[in-house]
Each structure stands twice: as C-alpha cells, then as structure tokens.
C-alpha cells in the first residue's frame, strides 16, 4: 500500500438508524479522501451484539447512498483488505490479542460482575477515579492455566503503562496529552470473545490502512488508549480529527430524538433533498473562509479542509436546513419536482402534478409539505363555524358572498383560472365586499384550510362538480 494515498473510513455500528452527526462526520471523511484522490471505505462495527438491530446495517448503507455518497470499499462490496464487517474478523483479532498476551502488554481477568461491581462501589464512596484495581494482574502462569482449563469466564485486559504522558495531535486542537496513571486497563476482548470498540479499532485502521480518521469529540477521551494500543505493536499513528458535536437550538446540549428528528431518514422521508441536507450539514463546524454558502458535492469536495474546522460546537440550525431545501427545490425543473413529489401524492396522476407543480413551487419547504397543502385536492373536507369564526369572518357576509359565487360559477362553461379569476373580482366589487375576506371564505368552503396554493387557480384540479358541491355545503353550515 502506498502511504502516500489517503484512506479514510467511516465506521458505523449496527445498534439502530443512522444520526445526521454521523452523517456530518461521514461527508467530511468523504471529502477529504476525494480531495486528494484517495480512498473512503466504509465498515461495520458490529461487536456491540446485544445493542444489534437486525437489519440496520443495509438501512444505514441505504441512507448513505440515498444521500449521494458512495465508498470504494465496503461490506457489500469487498475490497483488498476485508472483510469489513468485524464479527467477520475474529480470527484476526485472536492473533493480536495472543501477541499483546505473549508481549505482557495485555493480561487475563477472572474478575466475576459482583466484584467489579463492589469495587467501583468502594471507589465511588472514595472519590477516587473509577478504574479496575488489577486485581488479576499479577496471576501466575500456573493459576492461569487452571483458570482456563476450568472454564472461568475471562476478559482480556490491556496493561496500561505506568506515569507516562501519551500524547497525539488532532486536527482540530492541536497536541493533547494525558498522564497514563489516569487511564483505566481497558477491556480489550470481551467474556464472549469478541473484542471491544476499543481494540477492534484500532487492528482495523491499521490492516486497512487508514491515514485519517474523522470522528466525534466524544471520543477524545479514549483516543489515548488506542495509542497506547499503537504504541504497542508499534505501527505508526493515523491522523486524528475530532469533531464538535451538534447543538439543538430548542434546548441545552447536544441533538436529541426527543426534539425531533435526528436520524437521517427521517429527515429523507420528510422531504428534504438530499443536496440540500449535505449543503448544510457542510457549514456545521467548517466554513471555506469566504462568504460562500452554497456548495455542490463537488465544489465541497475542493474547498474542504481540515485547517477551517471550528472548535466551536455549531447549532443545527432546522430554519438554516429548511433555507437550503426551499432554495433547491426551487432550482428544480417541474418535471424533477412531479418526479420527486410522486411518492408523497400516490393519488395525483403525472398530468395532474404537472398542473399543480407551478401552484405550490414557491410555496413548500420540504416535498412533505405538498401533502398538507394539496390535501383538499385528494380528499374529503370537514367545515365547521368555528372554522370561520377562527378567521374572524362573519358568518352571514360569508354565506352571502358564497352564495353568489356559487351562482356565478355554476353559470360558467370555461372552468380555467383565466375566466374564472376576473369573474370573481367583478362580483366582489360590484358588491363592495373585502377583497380578503371574500378569498378567505371562499378558500375555507372549497378547502377547509387557510393555507392552499392560489384558491381559484386549483379550481380545475378541483373540478366543476367538486368545487359547487363544496360552497354549498359550506353556505349550509354556515346558515345552519
């Protein structure tokens, strides 16, 4: 492998759906791979079974390809270093494992969870640092061997050096360095002989030669461990990137699904375009040092780097995404917009969002909102008084105006816009009525809603019969 080629990787682990933060951290890893040419592999990690969701991962691989983005190698694709999916790799682990065993560099613990669980107890009432008493460090080869011949349930522990100063550079904050004495014997293979994040990591990264890894701040504090890790079989370190995480500007801390959406299909099936959700995510911890705002994947890919990633944690901004996605799907043609709606209105035929297209474009924020807005098109309305009342409207004006424009309408053979639009406004000024008032009664009786595409202009969607139908029953409940 040439250490010149650039290799990221994203590793997401199968315990549930894909967070737009992992997706953030993705699309940065991405890029910097494509900038210089490189590589961007994706693998799972997967050593969490009792958190597995069983079908996850291809939910998390099809968020990622419906969003744009592609990887070079991956667990559905292979690749010269597989496999990619870590339970694949347990014979791998077990050789390095048994060369930190045979090195001293890890040991045997035949702790049981009660005593574990008696110590953190003690050293919590202590105020000391929680951290294993290497208890079993110090087991002979003899009592060892017993151990295992009778099937004790065992972790494998990693032997922390003593007092010394491990240290690394992020891209993001520089050198960090941190005292040994405070870093705990990290469990590195577990009671059901699958490694932790921890191990399985790090013998990853470097068999698939990974140059550069983005990932969340969150992990900083376990950073050191893994370099001791390197430290140890003596490979050279990857270059560490850390990212912020991001704030929810609805409450304190960090995104939460209790205020939200968080996951990237939610975000997909509420109707925002994938370009747009990547544009801004973009700009969540990163700007290009200029005033430019709108970026494709493309353009993105050149301006990345890691030299303009801010330490500052950056608020998911949702007013920000829905600029974006108002501001591409605006740029759409109208057939790229019938095609994308379609999901959302099974009911519309092709002509018929054809005709509605123009009448909503510059009206919805997100594809998902064509399903509010034209939901007086495709299904049955209620009225009530109150409706009207709500829009301060009086009741008996209103029956009045509907009245006549009822009587209007259903004298007219020409049921377009054009005709009907100038009709309208010759009855409304030869009775004096409030323009306003008129379109809002008007829109109440043939929608049910105070927020529609222009009124008149969906009369034709509506059709003739419909749309009588409906200021007649709408004259009646208000006269009731």
């Known amino acids: ?280 995510l973009m700009l969540l911890g990163w700007n290009p040092g200029t005033d430019q705002e709108v970026f494709s994947l493309a353009e993105f890919i050149q301006a990345f780097s890691t030299e303009h990633l801010h330490k500052q944690q950056p608020v998911f901004d949702r007013k920000k995404l829905d600029y974006f996605n108002g501001l591409y799907l605006r740029q759409k043609t109208d057939d790229q917009l019938v095609s994308l709606l379609t999901p959302y209105l099974p009911s519309a035929s092709t002509d018929t969002l054809r005709l509605l297209v123009p009448l909503i474009k510059e009206r919805i924020i997100t594809l998902k909102d064509a399903v509010t807005l034209t939901h007086f098109l495709f299904h049955q309305i209620s009225l009530s008084r109150d409706l009207f009342v709500s829009q301060k409207l009086d009741l008996l004006l209103s029956a009045q105006m509907l009245s006549e424009a009822r009587e209007l309408l259903d004298q007219q053979t020409d049921w377009q816009p054009s005709n009907l639009q100038p009709k309208l406004i010759d009855l409304i000024k030869s009775h004096d009525w409030p323009t306003g008032k008129f379109f809002m009664a008007f829109r109440l009786a043939v929608a049910g809603s105070s927020i529609t595409p222009p009124i008149v202009e969906s009369l034709p969607l509506l059709t003739k019969p419909v749309a009588l139908a409906r200021l007649m029953h709408a004259i009646d409940v208000l006269r009731s």
Request: proline share 7%; glycine share 6%.
């Open 1 to 280: 492998m040439n250490p010149a080629v650039v290799r990221t990787r994203m590793a997401p682990s199968p315990t549930g759906e894909l967070h737009i933060g992992s997706l953030r951290t993705l699309l940065f890893s991405f890029a910097y791979a494509k900038k210089y040419s490189g590589q961007f592999i994706i693998r799972i990690e997967d050593t969490d079974q009792k958190r597995y969701v069983p079908g996850a991962e291809k939910r998390i691989l099809k968020d990622i390809s419906d969003c744009g983005l592609s990887w070079d190698e991956g667990p559905d694709i292979g690749g010269p270093y597989g496999p990619y999916t870590q339970t694949e790799r347990l014979p791998i682990y077990q050789k390095y494992i048994t060369e930190l065993l045979n090195h001293g560099f890890a040991y045997y613990c035949f702790c049981t969870p009660e005593r574990l669980e008696e110590m953190r107890t003690t050293q919590k009432a202590l105020k000391q640092i929680p951290k294993y008493d290497r208890h079993c460090l110090n087991l002979s080869p003899a009592e060892i061997k017993q151990k295992l011949a009778d099937h004790v349930p065992y972790v494998i522990r990693l032997k922390v050096p003593d007092n010394q100063v491990i240290s690394f550079v992020d891209s993001v904050r520089g050198q960090i360095k941190i005292n040994t004495n405070e870093i705990d014997d990290q469990v590195l293979i577990k009671s059901d002989g699958i490694p932790t994040y921890h191990f399985a990591v790090v013998v990853d990264d470097y068999l698939m030669h990974i140059t550069h890894i983005f990932r969340g701040e969150e992990w900083i504090s376990s950073t050191p461990k893994q370099v001791i890790l390197y430290n140890y079989f003596g490979w050279p370190l990857p270059q560490f990137t850390h990212l912020t995480v991001l704030l929810d500007p609805s409450h304190s801390g960090k995104m939460s699904k209790r205020h939200g959406s968080v996951f990237v299909r939610q975000f997909l099936d509420d109707g925002y375009l994938p370009e747009a959700l990547l544009n801004f």
